[in-house]
Nanobody, 123 residues
């Protein structure tokens, strides 16, 4: 199967930038698309960003569009989420996830998940 490991979370101040990474291993040939989701305390898990494994078709949630950028690194097995102009409301556990044939924003259609990384943005 596919294993996903997030890294790069931490504590930053409002307005700062932070880059999260999602390293994929195992049978990565199964991956069709990768996405980022986040969940804040007391809130439902929400879609943040997604892209096809090829790098085509990036898409973003309205709340992060223009501030966040999803991309692949040179290793081709890692997906990054560059977060600029961070706000306190961005505070959440961020998860990376992958699909094997679905391209959309519904978390229930993502069979592969990482364990999450905490992002905390102070005022």
């Amino acid at each position: 199967q596919v294993q996903l490991v997030e890294s790069g979370g931490g504590l930053v101040q409002a307005g700062d930038s932070l880059t999260l990474s999602c390293a994929a291993s195992g049978r990565t040939f199964l991956v069709y698309a990768v996405g980022w989701f986040r969940q804040a305390p007391g809130k439902e898990r929400e879609f943040v960003a997604r892209m096809r494994w090829s790098g085509a078709g990036p898409d973003y949630a309205d709340l992060v569009r223009g501030r966040f950028t999803i991309s692949r690194d040179n290793a081709k097995n890692t997906v990054n989420l560059k977060m600029n102009s961070l706000k306190p409301e961005d505070t959440a556990i961020y998860y990376c996830a992958a699909t094997n044939g679905y391209y959309g924003s519904s978390s229930r259609n993502y069979p592969y998940w990482g364990q999450g990384t905490q992002v905390t943005v102070s005022s």
